[in-house]
């Protein structure tokens, strides 16, 4: 078969779940490269000499690019498609982060923070666009929790493996953030050759970048009544899972934990996360109960971050840690497999509707780190914060509700 017919032949279950596995290295290192920095934020707080309010800022700075880019990032993807935009994607992720292992002060660190950011948005809308052209839409959930799950594994190895062992092995955070880059960078290069070679861009981008084609989709994504619910969900998912991955560690450090540990406790919430990704989404298309699951897992983690508040350094902080995990970890599928299913939206348009929610939500993302921040530099405490990401969980739960008032 020549390579031309081989691009344009069907993809076949088994290739569609290789191409899914295999796009879910850059998600994974994606991860890596993030929260090298949440992993590493104490220890680079002493060295660069930081507030807590800036420290907050650098926490939330990748959330923050997806505020103007995801919209235009979502766009890109279902015209261009997702292979060539992941793949470009990658490598910008990976030279910020080789950048970042060279920032000097907060104005350095904050930019190169950004770059990554900028990469970031091409990861989070071209795996949807990806599994929306390679299966149908009652079918995403399974390969949706995939991408999810090396999403979990690349934070979970940053805070396990990363901050205790290979961080130290190798000299520090600013060796960690060099090197890890220079893995991404590497492995973009191969995904492009991949993309080309699978011709996985050949079956998007037949509405090409015509101004009129491009308002038409942006009215119809904007003014999408169940889609403007999914985006508060949306919304309060990543200020609720941003703030604890981000200060979780340091949380456990001012209660007298070691470093070490409290890395590994992060770690915690991220498989317990994994937990919430892998079952919650199976057993919702199972019974089809999708929008009722958003309930559900808003509660959970609202009583996970109780206990994650309340707990001190004991059992009852481990506990809500690994509760908070589950219920955060739930949502996150959920709220990549229900637009493709929405009336109106369907393959077509899930990069766009992706965009738009991670435009609006990562005000959240961003909010959460730095409110706490914010927040334990005016208190003294990181209590208050805490309790405003425990109130997220609320929001998403009611959110869940009016969504399911709203099935056809």
Not at 33 to 44: D, G, M
Not at 130 to 155: D, K, N, Q
Request: aromatic share 8%; proline share 5%.
């Amino acid at each position: 078969m020549t390579a031309d017919a081989e691009a344009n032949a069907p993809f076949d279950r088994r290739r569609a779940y290789g191409l899914v596995c295999s796009a879910t290295l850059g998600y994974t290192l994606l991860m890596v490269v993030w929260f090298s920095l949440p992993a590493y934020l104490t220890t680079i707080i002493a060295d660069v000499g930081l507030s807590s309010t800036e420290a907050g800022v650098l926490a939330g700075a990748v959330p923050v690019t997806y505020i103007p880019l995801a919209l235009f990032s979502g766009l890109a993807v279902d015209r261009i498609g997702p292979g060539r935009i992941v793949g470009v994607g990658v490598l910008c992720y990976g030279l910020g982060g080789i950048a970042r292992s060279a920032a000097s002060g907060f104005p350095t660190l904050l930019l190169t923070t950004l770059s990554i950011g900028v990469g970031a948005t091409t990861i989070t809308f071209g795996l949807p666009k990806l599994v929306s052209v390679l299966f149908p839409p009652e079918e995403t959930g399974r390969p949706s929790a995939i991408y999810l799950v090396g999403a979990s594994a690349g934070s979970a190895f940053v805070f396990a493996v990363g901050r205790p062992i290979l961080g130290p092995a190798l000299g520090g955070w600013r060796p960690l953030f060099f090197w890890s880059g220079v893995v991404a960078v590497g492995y973009g290069l191969a995904w492009l050759a991949v993309a080309v070679r699978t011709g996985i861009d050949d079956r998007t981008g037949e509405d090409g970048l015509a101004l009129e084609s491009i308002r038409a989709d942006l009215r119809l994504v904007l003014s999408h009544r169940d889609l403007q619910l999914v985006v508060v969900v949306g919304t309060m998912y990543l200020f609720l899972n941003h703030g604890v991955q981000g200060w979780l560690p340091t949380v456990l450090e001012s209660r007298g934990i070691a470093a070490g540990l409290a890395g590994q406790a992060t770690s915690l919430f991220v498989l317990a996360y994994v937990v919430g990704v892998l079952s919650v989404p199976e057993l919702a298309d199972r019974f089809g109960v999708r929008r009722l699951a958003l309930v559900g897992c808003g509660l959970v983690a609202f009583v996970g971050v109780v206990g994650i508040v309340s707990g001190g350094s004991g059992p009852l902080v481990v506990a809500g840690i690994v509760v908070a995990g589950v219920g955060t970890g739930g949502v996150s599928p959920l709220v990549r497999a229900i637009p493709p299913a929405l009336e109106g939206i369907g393959a077509r348009l899930t990069g766009t509707a992706v965009g738009f929610i991670f435009a609006v939500g990562e005000i959240g993302g961003f909010f959460g780190p730095m409110l706490i921040g914010t927040l334990h530099d005016v208190t003294g405490s990181f209590a208050p914060g805490l309790a405003l990401l425990a109130a997220s969980g609320l929001v998403i739960a009611g959110s869940g509700a009016a969504l399911w008032a709203r099935r056809p």
